[in-house]
């Protein structure tokens, strides 16, 4: 006796069905509390984006509030300083003059030579007239003459006040650079608190700070003094240093007051782009996080209240239905092991009742089956394998008959431009050949008749050039001395150059010719494509790829032209489809597939898929294939036509 039939037998069903509740609703359970957690973790997510986008807002209002300052330091000095100003009593008056009409956003100004020597300010903040503020490594500062400069946050020598300097450039009538108009913009302005403490406000549970890109604090709704270090320094030097806004769930440095080490934060960070300076939105993740963990809790609670109430109820009722099922099961178990002769009485009414009628009608039936079956199968067997033979003997048959009839077909391609060229060819040449003699012997005695020869012969060669076309569209030469290349280019070049479609090709894998067969085969079906291409598309690109890729052989005709739906193309009516038809044939005589990928307005591609082990066997050059190539058609190399002189 197996194991599992003996742990069968000595569990029972009803341990089994009390077992299976029970995993199931605790399967059920998990599913539950996965779904939740996620749902709480998604809450989480949305908490931290919500901060990410309030230190973004921040960061915008801040920067319009520079743009604008600059702006308005911009009108200020238009006019301000004309050309030639070097008395520095003037430049100071001038600059005293400004401060009386100077936007509310600046403290001070000052102006600044084209190499950043202070020349004036007004009031003195401290600076010595003549110093150079861009050398000063407090400042940061890097003076651009296109447009607005500002410079990192510094406390002013005269007075400590934390200000920013913003310089826009003053240029003369001609357009060469003056100087700088200079504003020291303070850090406490009431306008930047606001914007701060609005963000914070947003949040509801944080703070708001303004930080420099050592991650010291430049301005605050916590009271934080002025260069304090951040209470996440590191994070900030590091977001600082990628320059894209970041949100992250950070632990409190070492060392920053009222905050114990470790202590986890959401933050938000966002870079200015006008200046050195970032906003960081944040809060304790705690306190941030409790309305998501009430939530949690509660989801828990309420799931192992309805997971016990259930298993209640479902092991009550499993109980109550596992005990008719139980002496029905022993009866079925009978039928199971063979014993179709012993019949089956249903053990009480009821559904249990309807199930054991079932199975008695059943028992019944299989018997009849069985030996239904057994006359059958022995029929069907010997019927199946003649069926299967047949179908073989005949699809290799219509295989045949039809690499016959594309053989012949060739031939006769063959025969007849032989023909052609031994015959009419030779004839025309004749004529050609007598025209010129006959041109000679008139000579210039009779102008009337030298110009009919003239025509006659200009029709004899266009003659002999229609029948190199009908020659080399029978059985390109090319084909058969240079490969499938060339001899494609060739039909491109009559098909699509005079239309005015480019053709890229491209070869990928295949260094050698490829067998003569395949060859054919492939010319013949790319010449249908860009037969189709040149009447129907409308395109202005064809694309040709031979690819030899992971064991098969793969060629692509893809356009750019109006498309079509493949499915709406049939073979009714007019012979619509038959060419698609054709070349599906033409593939499958060396084991390969065609595709059609088409939409109206989106281009075709037609592509052949051979297995390259199906070309074992095939007999191929040893000249080798020509390497990646992408010409247009109208710079193709001509195809050396059959010459019917």
Same mark, same amino acid.
């Given at each position: 006796?197996?194991?599992?039939?003996?742990?069968?037998?000595?569990?029972?069903?009803?341990?089994?069905?009390?077992?299976?509740?029970?995993? $199931?609703?605790?399967?059920?359970?998990?599913?539950? =509390?996965?779904?939740?957690?996620?749902?709480?973790?998604?809450?989480?997510?949305?908490?931290?984006?919500?901060?990410?986008?309030?230190?973004?807002?921040?960061?915008?209002?801040?920067?319009?509030?520079?743009?604008? %300052?600059?702006?308005?330091?911009?009108?200020? =000095?238009?006019?301000?300083?004309?050309?030639?100003?070097?008395?520095?009593?003037?430049?100071?008056?001038?600059?005293?003059?400004?401060?009386?009409?100077?936007?509310? +956003?600046?403290?001070?100004?000052?102006?600044?030579? #084209?190499?950043?020597?202070?020349?004036?300010?007004?009031?003195?903040?401290?600076?010595?007239?003549?110093?150079?503020?861009?050398?000063? #490594?407090?400042?940061?500062?890097?003076?651009?003459?296109?447009?607005?400069?500002?410079?990192?946050?510094?406390?002013?020598?005269?007075?400590?006040?934390?200000?920013?300097?913003?310089?826009?450039?003053?240029?003369?009538?001609?357009?060469?650079?003056?100087?700088?108009? !200079?504003?020291?913009?303070?850090?406490?302005?009431?306008?930047?608190?606001?914007?701060?403490?609005?963000?914070?406000?947003? !949040?509801?549970?944080?703070?708001?700070?303004?930080?420099?890109?050592?991650?010291?604090?430049?301005?605050?709704?916590? &009271?934080?003094?002025?260069?304090?270090?951040?209470?996440?320094?590191?994070?900030?030097?590091?977001?600082?240093?990628?320059?894209?806004?970041?949100?992250?769930?950070?632990?409190?440095?070492?060392?920053?007051?009222?905050? =114990?080490?470790?202590?986890?934060?959401?933050? @938000?960070?966002?870079?200015?782009?006008?200046?050195?300076?970032?906003?960081?939105?944040?809060?304790?993740?705690?306190?941030?996080?409790?309305?998501?963990?009430?939530?949690?809790?509660?989801?828990? *609670?309420? !799931?192992?209240?309805?997971?016990?109430?259930?298993?209640?109820?479902?092991?009550?009722?499993?109980?109550?239905?596992?005990? #008719?099922?139980?002496?029905?099961?022993?009866? %079925?178990?009978?039928? @199971?092991?063979?014993?179709?002769?012993?019949?089956?009485?249903?053990?009480?009414?009821?559904?249990?009742?309807?199930?054991?009628?079932? /199975?008695?009608?059943?028992?019944?039936?299989?018997?009849?089956?069985?030996?239904?079956?057994?006359?059958?199968?022995?029929?069907?067997?010997?019927?199946?394998?003649?069926?299967? +033979?047949?179908?073989?003997? &005949?699809?290799?048959?219509?295989?045949?008959?039809?690499?016959?009839?594309?053989?012949?077909?060739?031939?006769?391609?063959?025969? *007849?431009?032989?023909?052609?060229?031994?015959?009419? $060819?030779?004839?025309?040449?004749?004529?050609?050949?007598?025209?010129?003699?006959?041109?000679?012997?008139?000579?210039? %005695?009779?102008?009337?008749?030298?110009?009919? /020869?003239?025509?006659?012969?200009?029709?004899?060669?266009?003659?002999?050039?229609?029948?190199?076309?009908?020659?080399?569209?029978?059985?390109?030469?090319?084909?058969?001395?240079? $490969?499938?290349?060339?001899?494609?280019?060739?039909?491109?070049?009559? *098909?699509? &150059?005079?239309?005015?479609?480019?053709?890229? /090709?491209?070869?990928?894998?295949?260094?050698?010719?490829?067998?003569?067969?395949?060859?054919?085969?492939?010319?013949?079906?790319?010449?249908?494509?860009?037969?189709?291409?040149?009447?129907?598309?409308?395109?202005?690109?064809?694309?040709?790829?031979?690819?030899?890729?992971?064991?098969?052989?793969?060629?692509?005709?893809?356009?750019?032209?109006?498309?079509?739906?493949?499915?709406?193309?049939?073979?009714?009516?007019?012979?619509?489809?038959?060419?698609?038809?054709?070349?599906?044939?033409?593939?499958?005589?060396?084991?390969?597939?065609?595709?059609?990928?088409?939409?109206?307005?989106?281009?075709?591609?037609?592509?052949?898929?051979?297995?390259?082990?199906?070309?074992?066997?095939?007999?191929?050059?040893?000249?080798?294939?020509?390497?990646?190539?992408?010409?247009?058609?109208?710079?193709?190399?001509?195809?050396?036509?059959?010459?019917? $002189?």
């Amino acid at each position: 006796m197996k194991k599992w039939e003996w742990l069968v037998q000595r569990i029972g069903l009803w341990p089994r069905l009390a077992l299976s509740l029970s995993l $199931g609703l605790l399967a059920l359970f998990f599913v539950f =509390s996965t779904l939740g957690e996620r749902a709480v973790q998604e809450s989480i997510a949305r908490l931290l984006e919500e901060r990410q986008l309030l230190a973004e807002m921040a960061a915008g209002e801040l920067e319009d509030l520079l743009r604008h %300052a600059g702006e308005e330091l911009g009108q200020l =000095s238009h006019g301000l300083f004309p050309e030639g100003i070097e008395d520095e009593t003037l430049l100071a008056a001038r600059l005293a003059w400004a401060y009386e009409q100077r936007p509310p +956003e600046f403290a001070g100004l000052v102006f600044l030579d #084209p190499e950043g020597r202070l020349r004036a300010a007004y009031p003195p903040a401290g600076f010595s007239i003549g110093a150079s503020l861009p050398e000063r #490594p407090e400042l940061g500062l890097h003076l651009k003459a296109e447009r607005l400069s500002v410079s990192r946050p510094f406390r002013l020598p005269a007075s400590g006040a934390p200000v920013i300097l913003l310089a826009v450039p003053v240029q003369s009538t001609d357009g060469r650079l003056q100087g700088f108009m !200079g504003g020291w913009m303070p850090l406490e302005d009431a306008r930047v608190r606001q914007i701060l403490q609005r963000s914070a406000r947003l !949040g509801r549970i944080g703070h708001a700070l303004l930080l420099d890109p050592q991650g010291n604090v430049v301005a605050s709704t916590l &009271q934080i003094p002025f260069g304090s270090p951040g209470e996440h320094a590191r994070f900030y030097r590091q977001a600082f240093a990628e320059g894209r806004p970041h949100v992250r769930i950070v632990p409190v440095e070492p060392g920053f007051p009222n905050e =114990s080490p470790g202590h986890l934060h959401a933050m @938000a960070f966002a870079p200015l782009r006008l200046a050195p300076l970032a906003v960081a939105v944040g809060g304790d993740l705690d306190t941030i996080s409790a309305p998501i963990n009430r939530l949690r809790w509660g989801l828990a *609670l309420l !799931g192992l209240l309805a997971l016990g109430g259930i298993w209640g109820a479902s092991l009550l009722g499993a109980h109550l239905l596992v005990r #008719p099922i139980h002496r029905l099961t022993q009866a %079925a178990q009978r039928i @199971a092991n063979g014993d179709l002769s012993t019949p089956l009485r249903a053990p009480e009414g009821g559904e249990i009742g309807a199930m054991a009628e079932a /199975l008695e009608r059943m028992r019944l039936r299989l018997l009849e089956n069985i030996q239904e079956l057994a006359r059958w199968s022995e029929t069907l067997e010997v019927r199946v394998a003649e069926r299967t +033979e047949a179908l073989r003997q &005949q699809e290799a048959l219509t295989r045949q008959l039809l690499r016959r009839l594309l053989t012949a077909q060739e031939e006769e391609r063959a025969r *007849l431009a032989r023909e052609l060229h031994d015959e009419a $060819g030779q004839i025309l040449t004749a004529v050609q050949l007598s025209l010129d003699r006959l041109a000679k012997t008139l000579g210039e %005695a009779n102008p009337w008749a030298q110009e009919q /020869l003239h025509r006659t012969r200009e029709l004899i060669a266009q003659a002999m050039e229609d029948l190199r076309r009908v020659i080399s569209a029978l059985r390109p030469g090319v084909l058969d001395q240079l $490969g499938l290349i060339p001899a494609l280019r060739g039909v491109a070049e009559a *098909l699509l &150059q005079p239309l005015g479609i480019h053709l890229a /090709l491209e070869i990928e894998g295949i260094t050698e010719r490829l067998p003569s067969e395949v060859e054919l085969i492939l010319f013949r079906i790319a010449q249908e494509a860009m037969h189709n291409v040149a009447r129907h598309s409308g395109a202005t690109h064809v694309w040709l790829r031979l690819i030899h890729r992971e064991g098969e052989l793969i060629m692509e005709v893809q356009d750019n032209g109006r498309g079509f739906d493949p499915t709406a193309v049939t073979v009714e009516g007019a012979g619509r489809g038959l060419g698609l038809a054709g070349m599906r044939e033409r593939a499958s005589l060396i084991g390969g597939q065609l595709e059609i990928n088409s939409q109206p307005g989106q281009g075709t591609t037609i592509r052949v898929r051979i297995p390259w082990p199906s070309l074992v066997g095939l007999t191929a050059s040893a000249r080798p294939m020509e390497a990646r190539q992408e010409v247009p058609a109208d710079e193709g190399t001509t195809d050396p036509s059959p010459d019917c $002189g």
